[in-house]
């Protein structure tokens, strides 16, 4: 809704919202800061058997319109275990201001939560002991000044640590940043995770240290949850220790559980006898054996690419 719909529309879908007193899914897909929206008689405090929120986009007036608005929401719902929140724009809301209205007493029990482009502060944990699904992307968004990544990556970590100390075990894990606490949670376990996809991975932190990384990864996090995985995706954004090489074939050939693979390949890490052979064919070669004790079903949901090697490197 925004301000050039009518009274009488307005109105109809507040009543109709009203009257949904079952609704377990509320989705709210924002349009951007074009326009004003008139949402605060929306009353979605009276939908109390929520499940589900999920609120994507932005507006003017967010604080005291979609936060106001979706906290009562939470205030209300009790069975709430899935939280999405996306914020594609500068200076976001705390994410603990969604749960400012929520009595003391009251203990969400969430399942999945997702966060992209705003900052997350870990002080929530209570509220995660039953926390099986964890996104957290963009926290601190690429263009930012290096003092904002680092700040970010230092709360991102202490996150993973207090997942660590509070032994939550999550079964699904979608990540853009990699870090010493993050790995050392994923050492914690095993037997129980089904995805890890670490996307669009870039480059805040030395060549060296994310390298280091990578090698602790497949030499001793990866053999630990191979067996459960059902999917993997590592995507970085540049050529590094992350991409795949034939030396993991052995590991891979123990994914027995994978149903998708997503993976990114060091071009120079190739060799092809035939410079004048398409690089679909070159690729087809260069996967076909490292692969080989996985699946063809798994083969058939294999997305792979060639990233270009970084002279900084």
């Keep these: 809704m925004n301000e050039h719909d009518s009274y009488w529309a307005r109105q109809s879908v507040s009543d109709a919202l009203t009257s949904l007193r079952f609704l377990r899914n509320l989705k709210l897909i924002l349009p951007g800061s074009v326009y004003n929206l008139t949402m605060n008689g929306l009353h979605l405090n009276r939908l109390i058997h929520l499940e589900r929120i999920s609120v994507s986009g932005t507006c003017d007036d967010y604080d005291s319109i979609i936060v106001s608005e979706v906290a009562g929401a939470i205030e209300k719902s009790p069975s709430l275990a899935h939280l999405e929140v996306h914020y594609p724009r500068d200076y976001p809301p705390p994410v603990q201001n969604f749960l400012a209205k929520r009595s003391p007493e009251m203990h969400l029990g969430f399942s999945h939560v997702s966060i992209a482009d705003m ?24 263009l930012k000044p290096l003092e904002s990544l680092m700040e970010s990556r230092a709360l991102m970590a202490k996150i993973y640590k207090s997942l660590t100390d509070e032994h939550i075990l999550l079964s699904r894990i979608v990540i853009d940043d990699v870090f010493p606490a ?27 240290e994310l390298d ?66 398409p690089v679909d064919y070159a690729l087809d070669d260069a996967v076909r054996d490292p692969l080989s004790g996985i699946s063809d079903s798994l083969k058939k949901n294999l997305s792979s690419r060639y990233l270009p090697l970084c002279n900084s490197h």
Excluded at 221 to 238: Q, Y
């Design 119 to 142: 900052s997350y502060n870990f002080r929530v944990m209570p509220h995660l002991h039953a926390l099986r699904s964890l996104e957290l992307t963009n926290t601190a968004p690429y």
């Design 212 to 277: 280091e990384l990578a090698a602790r990864l497949y030499a001793f996090i990866l053999p630990k949850h191979i067996g459960s995985l059902e999917i993997l995706d590592i995507s970085p954004m540049f050529t590094c220790g992350w991409c795949f090489h034939p030396k993991e074939h052995s590991l891979f050939s123990q994914a027995k559980c994978l149903r998708s693979l997503s993976i990114s390949f060091a071009f120079a890490d190739f060799s092809v006898e035939n410079p004048n052979l």
């Design 182 to 208: 993050f790995l050392d949670y994923l050492g914690s376990y095993s037997g129980i995770l089904t995805e890890i996809s670490i996307i669009c991975l870039y480059k805040p932190v030395s060549w060296r």
